[in-house]
Each structure stands twice: as C-alpha cells, then as structure tokens.
C-alpha cells in the first residue's frame, strides 16, 4: 500500500495531540509561525512579547504572545520538515489557537517573476508525504485563502503575484 493509499479519517487515532498538551488560559487565537529566527528575533525586537507556553520536539520551542492593534497574536519559531512542522501546529490547536498564519521565504526559478514582490501561493504540490495523513490524495491542495490575501494585499498596494508552490 502507497502512501496516496492511507488517508483514514474514519478511525480513531491511535495517539493524538492532545495526550501530550493541554489548553493554555489565554493563549492567542492566531498565531503566526516562521521557519527563519531572523523573522521571530524581528518581531521580537518590534513587539514586546512574552513566553506563553513552551513545546517540545527534541528541543524547548517557546511560544510568544504580543499585542498587534488590540490583537493577541502568537508566535513561534517551527522547525523544518512537514512531520515536524505539522506536529508542533496540532500542539498549537490543543493549547488554544483557532487559526495559524505560515509566513516564510522561498525562492524561484526565474527571478523577474517575483523580484520586489510577495508571493501568494493560490496551490500547494504535494510532495511531502505529511499531508497524505490530513486528507484525501490530489497532486495539489488549492489555497483557499490566497484570493483573500491578494485582496489585502491590493488594499494596501502591496505588490505581490499569485503561484501555485
């Protein structure tokens, strides 16, 4: 059996992410994760942030709360990996958070297409593996909130263009 083959979502898990986390009082309903330290030291030196809570993957990664515009938001630092990634963001669910915003870098084949600008990702490949366990086989997962990003994006007149990643 292929991994295309093994989305069950009519089981029960076996182990789930709530036997390792508890729900954190106060913890942010959204929270914005990161892959570069640079970008959490960043919002760290802008925002005055505090630890919330701490997960563990072989490592302590703190969980940071700021105030954004009378917001509560997280933040973290995740590591890299879809397993990985994907496990510390079920212990992010558990502890509070309703909603998480993956904001990162990437690169392109050709640098004119997006030189100066974001990059809103409308598709995702799959080609990891990890996403196999969320649901059901596809070569893509559309992004269903890219639409309304560009449109933010647009209000604000942020330059950005729209890719499949």
Do not use: W
């Not at 996403?131 to 070569?139: G, I, K, L, V």
Request: glycine share 8%; charged share 25%.
């Amino acid at each position: 059996m292929g991994i295309a083959d093994t989305f069950d979502n009519t089981s029960e898990e076996i182990l789930r992410p709530d036997h390792i986390a508890r729900p954190v009082d106060g913890f942010p309903e959204t929270v914005v994760v990161t892959f570069e330290s640079k970008i959490l030291d960043a919002f760290r030196r802008i925002f005055e942030s505090e630890p919330i809570s701490v997960m563990h993957a072989g490592i302590e990664i703190p969980i940071y709360k700021f105030t954004y515009q009378d917001h509560i938001l997280g933040i973290y630092l995740t590591v890299l990996g879809g397993a990985a990634t994907a496990a510390l963001m079920e212990e992010v669910f558990v502890k509070g958070a309703k909603r998480v915003l993956f904001f990162g870098s990437c690169g392109v084949l050709d640098r004119k297409l997006a030189a100066g600008r974001f990059i809103v990702p409308t598709a995702a490949y799959r080609d990891e593996g990890t996403s196999y366990h969320y649901m059901a086989a596809s070569d893509f997962v559309e992004i269903g909130t890219s639409k309304r990003l560009a449109e933010i994006f647009d209000e604000l007149h942020v330059p950005y263009v729209l890719g499949k990643t």
